[in-house]
């Protein structure tokens, strides 16, 4: 068994104990973790700092996809297509468990659709070289409707099967952050960056919050990285108050359906909706998984949540293409991210569809080091960019990137099937197993409609550093992604195993199954939408 890299005593006594951090990283997100990761396996003294959970906003509320990006080869964007392809099939070898192929069906409608799709993704393929996880081709009507066997009938033609990659986003993150503490890098969540200190003009370090606790503490480094999504322009006004916003955030939100609506193994895929994105449906943990929207934001909510027309309108385009139209009462969760867009003229005119997904790093005249926009398929070339920052900035010794073939926590050469319930901790899954052969309780089900077990709390809170309802049923599980509605059945008995791990009181799971009701009722439907 593994030790526990992510124990949060130890890592606080390591902060306690002072000293000068090579690099400290703020956020615990895609872009950060993968910068921990990169950090640390070059050598240097590395602290992450994120101030809720790991992946908490945008990065567990993707499409689940490692993509090169369809969309982005309609806009012309070639270079960001090649890249993300190369990287889709680099993190496919060195994740296996987390991340494999889905094949995904265009459906037809026009028979100049055909051609028209078929050379867009023969291209496509093309362009991932070697890295490839496998060729396009055309598909019959009869082909279409075997394979997928709900789609729109009416009016098919045939269609388009190409293969991409699946993923897990939260549990990658958790992958990610116990491979930055494996390597020595030094990780907290719940662990908020409230200050930046400066000496001469220049940052030298970050002033935190332990969120549970309340205590403060004074951090010093040679350098601080700026990784925070959607909230870069927050953490950059704490240097410059008058900065200028670098992003256009954009709202995506998501349905989650009974596996019944795509009963097949293939996804769907819809290249242009009304509003001028793709359209996606694809099976995730034997649901099917709607998306996505896109909606300009003025703000960053901490809970962003799908508005009423969203919903409607993933209901709705559903409808259209698959077999039966979507209710409100059939949706089993629902949820919205916010993409971190570059800002651009298109941007300020609402047309955030329009923007690349491409990163930027930026460094102020006191020193921070702001890294934005990227997506999840590219998080190791962002993390490999800002390291290589970082270092110039605090004079670290130059050491090139490692984690180009670097194997994550949790990689097997023999991944189990992805469908058996702890496929996705990889080699960890025997020790999860133990936990049920100590003790057999363990081995009982969260919820007669979840699949997950009792031994992945305690799993979760002993060695991934969950520490509320939420971590665990969030992003340790994916449960309030599935069924909302079954979690919150589940909380009293989650709050209870965890309370037992964590020397908590009555009082604590009260407090605790109170907040995850309140959160999880967002998850659901309010009355009257999308009806």
């Known amino acids: 068994m593994s030790p526990n890299t992510l124990s949060r005593g130890e890592n606080l006594d390591r902060v306690r104990a002072g000293g000068i951090w090579d690099v400290v990283i703020i956020g615990g997100g895609a872009t950060g973790l993968g910068a921990a ?41 070639v270079p960001l297509v090649r890249e993300a392809l190369r990287e889709r099939g680099l993190l496919a070898r060195n994740a296996p468990h987390v991340v494999h192929s889905r094949d ?31 060729r396009s081709r055309w598909l019959s009507r009869a082909e279409v409707l075997r394979r997928t066997p709900t789609i729109r009938e009416s009016g098919l033609r045939g269609g388009i099967l190409y293969t991409d990659g699946q993923f897990d986003d939260a549990r990658l993150a958790i992958s990610l952050a116990r491979t930055a503490a494996d390597l020595g890098a030094s990780i907290l969540n719940h662990f908020a960056v409230v200050g930046l200190v400066k000496e001469m003009g220049r940052i ?17 480094a040679r ?64 649901r099917t998984l709607i998306g996505t929207t896109d909606v300009p934001l003025s703000a960053t909510p901490r809970e962003p949540r799908p508005l009423a027309e969203e919903l409607e309108f993933l209901m709705e385009h559903a409808g259209r293409y698959l077999s039966k139209t ?22 300020r005119g609402g047309q955030t569809k329009k923007l690349s997904r491409e990163h930027a790093v930026v460094v102020s005249d006191s020193g921070l080091i702001t890294i934005t926009g990227g997506k999840w398929t590219t998080y190791r070339v962002m993390g490999r960019d800002v390291v290589d920052h970082a270092a110039e900035v605090g004079g670290l010794p130059r ?18 099937a992805k469908e058996e319930t702890l496929a996705l901790y ?65 909380a009293p008995r989650v709050a209870a195993i965890m309370a ?32």
């Open 326 to 347: 979507p209710r409100r009462e059939d949706v089993r969760s629902q949820f919205a991210g916010l993409r971190p867009l570059i800002n651009a003229e298109a941007g």
């Open 104 to 134: 995904f069906i265009v459906p037809a409608y026009r028979y100049w659709q055909l051609p028209f799709y078929g050379i867009g993704l023969w291209l496509y393929d093309r362009l991932a070289g070697r890295l490839s996880l496998g």
């Open 204 to 220: 030298v370090g970050v002033r935190a919050k332990d969120e549970e606790t309340g205590e403060t503490f004074e951090i010093r």
């Open 399 to 416: 050491k090139p990137s490692k984690t180009e073939s670097l194997h994550l926590h949790g990689w097997t050469e023999h991944p189990a």
């Open 223 to 286: 350098s601080v990285v700026n990784a925070t999504g959607v909230y870069v322009d927050a953490v950059r006004r704490l240097d410059q108050p008058d900065a200028s916003a670098l992003l256009a955030p954009s709202q995506g939100a998501h349905i989650v359906l009974d596996r019944s609506f795509l009963p097949g193994d293939a996804a769907v895929m819809i290249p242009k909706t009304d509003d001028g994105r793709v359209l996606f449906a694809i099976p995730w943990h034997d």
């Open 37 to 77: 990761v990169d950090a640390a396996s070059r050598g240097y003294r590395t602290l992450l700092l994120e101030a809720v959970d790991f992946a908490h906003g945008t990065s567990s509320r993707s499409t689940k996809l490692v993509h090169g990006g369809v969309r982005y080869l309609a806009q012309g964007n």
């Open 500 to 531: 037992e791990e964590l020397g908590e009181d009555e009082a604590w799971r009260d407090r605790e199954v109170s907040r995850f009701l309140a959160l999880a009722a967002t998850y659901l439907p309010a009355s009257g939408e999308g009806s």
């Open 426 to 490: 990889g080699s960890e899954a025997a020790d999860i197993r133990a936990i049920v052969d100590a003790s057999p309780e363990a081995g009982r089900k969260l919820h007669e409609r979840l699949p997950y077990l009792e031994a992945e709390v305690v799993w979760g809170v002993r060695h991934e550093a969950a520490r509320t309802i939420e971590d665990v049923l969030s992003r340790r599980t994916r449960a309030l992604f599935l069924d909302a509605r079954a979690c919150i059945e589940a």
